[in-house]
């Protein structure tokens, strides 16, 4: 089982990696129209995610609560959502086509700080994968494999367009195609570290399993929101992202579903 499990947590790394690689073969910059068509698709795909392989089943695990099996996965998503803030509020980063860094003030070079603004981002899918298999890998919860591998190869799909969204706009900024390349798969390293820690204590997580899951669900929400949305809907009025968005959230839903 252990050796499925890290297989699992690879699988995100790699849709990365896979998607970093288009800097070898697109022209420099991904044009308006196709970068709302990945965002909105990724955006769909987080969203799912967060509902169907964390949240629900962080409710359905509380069971034993009654009419209160609600507040496990009401407190694990505010706490996600307070991390990503609080994350946001202390790192300096650059988000993709924004002007403005956020965070506190710090003389970093524009392409880091876009890397870290990746990275924070990065972060809550990590730990959703990882709290997921942590899950699987304990036996005392009610996650099977099947419904962790849904989540892993869910995230890998959307990572495959971040990754592209990560390693060209790098190489437009200055960067050659391998140190764009090499920067957009590190970027992504943080999700595999993560979960591997996560699962690393995955006896000690069980009691606290529904709240870890709402927590990672809340995360990648507040990504959503925060970051994706406005990247989608920004520029020119256009309902690709819209119908991208919805294709996403279709996509992971039945895979969550099928082989959940």
């Known amino acids: 089982m252990l050796s499925d499990a890290v297989a699992g947590i690879l699988i995100p790394f790699a849709g ?3 998607g970093s690689a288009c800097v070898f073969i697109l022209k420099k910059e991904i044009k308006d ?23 629900i089943p962080a409710m359905e695990q509380s069971e034993g609560m009654g009419r209160l099996s609600f507040l496990p996965a009401v407190a694990g998503f505010w706490l996600g959502i307070l991390f990503l803030l609080m994350l ?24 880091t700080m876009m890397l870290l603004a990746v990275t924070i981002h990065n972060i809550p899918e990590g730990m959703a994968v990882g709290v997921v298999f942590a899950g699987f890998l304990s036996g005392n ?7 962790a591998l849904a989540l892993a190869i869910g995230i890998a799909i959307q990572n495959f367009p971040e990754g592209a969204i990560i390693s060209m706009p790098l190489f437009a900024a200055g960067k050659s195609k391998k140190r764009a390349f090499f920067d957009g798969v590190i970027s992504g390293a943080v999700e595999p570290a993560g979960a591997f820690i996560t699962i690393l204590a995955a006896g000690i997580m069980v009691p606290v399993m ?18 994706l949305i406005p990247e989608m809907s920004e520029g020119e009025h256009s309902n ?13 839903m039945a895979l969550d579903v099928a082989l959940g």
Do not use: C, Q
């Open 210 to 227: 529904p709240y870890l899951l709402s927590f990672a669900g809340g995360a990648m929400m507040y990504v959503v929101v925060e970051e």
């Open 240 to 252: 690709t992202g819209v119908v991208m968005f919805a294709l996403g959230f279709t996509l992971m």
């Open 33 to 55: 129209p196709v970068r709302k068509i990945l965002t909105g698709f990724a955006s769909g795909v987080m969203v799912a995610a967060s509902i169907w392989s964390l949240i």
């Open 141 to 147: 919860t009610n996650i099977t494999a099947g419904g």
């Open 16 to 18: 990365t990696a896979l």
């Open 88 to 111: 946001d509020s202390l790192i300096p980063h650059l988000h993709m086509n924004a002007e403005k860094a956020e965070g506190p003030r710090a003389a970093l070079k524009k392409t």
